[in-house]
């Protein structure tokens, strides 16, 4: 799986979108993105996932770049329970069914201050 | 659905005892993951199965550690003897058809 570069925290103010990025330079043509968060003491939770087109769900967007090489995640209206590490992942994908193993880098800390 | 149920949520023991962790992944998922996760190393992934089959161990850290899973609702994580370094969270994780992965709540093992 293609290594991902996250900056090491970010803060964000409530209410406000929180956008963090992540680079994938050398991603492959059938590797996902895939993005992670984990609140403190609880196990990490998916949050959406893309190959190149960008995505949007309830809980958040994601924008990948035309060449692939990055993405930014978003929270449209960030809460101070969003305070979280959140990772971004490239895997592969067999098919329609998840696929091998996820790779846990270091993750971004963020931090959603009142 | 409950989600991934692991026990014990917290387990104190004593170096050179056995332990045991469990995990119950959602019905329906066909993979299963092991992690651990500390703040030296962060989130290790130390095997996984696909059909109850293990696929890859190449992260189980040593003889000391084992894994299995006897049928599709349930798996454990063995460590004997237990030593002071593998004072983890271990998470237990399943994934199905759908995209991504459900992580269980871990269990948070102090060997002391």
């Known amino acids: 799986d293609a290594k991902t570069t996250q900056p090491p925290s970010m803060d964000c103010a409530e209410g406000r979108a929180a956008n963090l990025p992540c680079n994938h330079s050398?991603?492959?043509?059938?590797?996902?993105v895939y993005w992670y968060r984990q609140i403190h003491s609880q196990g990490p939770q998916y949050i959406i996932h893309?190959?190149?087109n960008n995505e949007t769900n309830e809980m958040a967007s994601l924008i990948i770049t035309e060449d692939r090489k990055s993405s930014t995640l978003i929270l449209p209206h960030a809460t101070l329970r969003d305070t979280a590490v959140y990772y971004c992942?490239?895997?592969?994908?067999?098919?329609?069914?998840?696929?091998?193993?996820?790779?846990f880098g270091q993750g971004t800390i963020l931090t959603v201050h009142p | 659905d409950a989600g991934v149920i692991q026990s014990p949520r917290h387990e104190v023991t004593e170096m050179g005892q056995e332990v045991t962790l469990r995990c119950k992944p959602i019905?329906?998922?066909?993979?299963l993951f092991w992690y651990r996760q500390t703040m030296m190393r962060g989130l290790e992934l130390l095997i996984y199965?696909?059909?109850?089959?293990?696929?890859?161990d190449s992260g189980m850290p040593e003889d000391r550690f084992s894994a299995k899973m006897p049928n599709a609702s349930f798996s454990t994580l063995k460590i004997q003897p237990s030593e002071p370094r593998d004072s983890a969270v271990y998470f237990c994780?399943?994934?199905?058809?759908?995209?991504?992965?459900?992580f269980g709540s871990g269990t948070r093992l102090t060997v002391v």
């Open positions: 893309g190959l190149k």
């Open positions: 992942i490239v895997r592969v994908n067999a098919g329609g069914t998840s696929y091998g193993k996820l790779t």
């Open positions: 019905s329906g998922h066909d993979y």
């Open positions: 994780a399943s994934s199905g058809p759908a995209y991504g992965y459900t």
């Open positions: 199965f696909n059909n109850n089959v293990p696929i890859d």
């Open positions: 050398t991603i492959s043509g059938n590797e996902y």
